[in-house]
Each structure stands twice: as C-alpha cells, then as structure tokens.
C-alpha cells in the first residue's frame, strides 16, 4: 500500500511551482507579440526623454511631475495615440513648450512611448491640486 509521506507532499509542491513559475515567466512574451517596437530606437527616446528633462513634468507609471499627463499609455489611447503626440511635441501647448525636437528626436520620443506602453498599465488613480499647489489622491 502506498502513503504520502512529508517528501511525497514535498515534491508535488516542488513540481507544482515550478511549472506555475514557468508558466508565469512565459506569459509576458504572450501577451507583447502585437506591441512590437524598435529596442534601439526606444533606447535613444529615452535620452530624449532625460535630454528635454520631460519626467519634470509628465510621469511614466506614475512617476514623475505633475503638470503635465501621465504618458505610459498614452500611445495606445484611441483618442490619442502617435498623431496627438506628435502635434503637441511639435507645437506645444499653453503649458508645453515647443522643444522645436529634430526628426529623428522626435521619431526616438515616439518608439520609447511605444515601449513604456507595451510594457504595462498605468495607475488610474486621479489627483486633485489643493489650495496649497501640492497634489493630493481624489477620495472618490
């Protein structure tokens, strides 16, 4: 007769683990065959990025300044996307200015926005600006 001893329980939980690790592992690669980008070119938009200083204002997962939208998915968004991006890089706003970027600076900014938004989701949450200037979470 067989019986489960503690090394049985063991080794089925071993076993067990690793297969839920390996197919937790593979699972990124599933789900990032549609976003496609170019790594070097995402690698120069990010010293774009540092060059203009952008993190100052805009954030990426939620890190950053404040002033202006977070931009991790920004690329994705079908309200927005590289056409928007490309016109506020290349005119500015009231509170953007125009960095006047080249070409092939401007072309970098978008692979690298392409990249923070193939890489992951955003944090949703909306901050509201108190009497003080300081942001703070909504309660809502």
Not at 63 to 69: A, D, E, I, S, V
Not at 89 to 103: A, D, I, Y
Not at 118 to 136: I, M, W
Request: proline share 5%; glycine share 8%; net charge positive.
């Amino acid at each position: 007769m067989f019986t489960i001893t503690p090394k049985h329980i063991f080794i089925a939980l071993c076993t067990l683990f690793l297969i839920y690790s390996s197919f937790i592992y593979n699972q990124p690669s599933i789900h990032s065959k549609n976003k496609i980008f170019h790594q070097k070119r995402a690698g120069e938009g990010k010293l774009v990025w540092q060059k203009y200083n952008c993190q100052s204002c805009h954030q990426l997962y939620g890190l950053g300044g404040y002033l202006g939208p977070d931009l991790t998915n920004i690329y994705s968004n079908p309200q927005k996307g590289e056409v928007v991006i490309r016109a506020m890089l290349e005119s500015g706003t009231r509170q953007m200015p125009s960095f006047k970027l080249k070409e092939d600076e401007v072309l970098s900014l978008l692979e690298f926005l392409k990249s923070a938004d193939a890489s992951g989701r955003a944090d949703p949450r909306e901050f509201k600006v108190n009497e003080l200037g300081l942001t703070e979470p909504n309660e809502n």
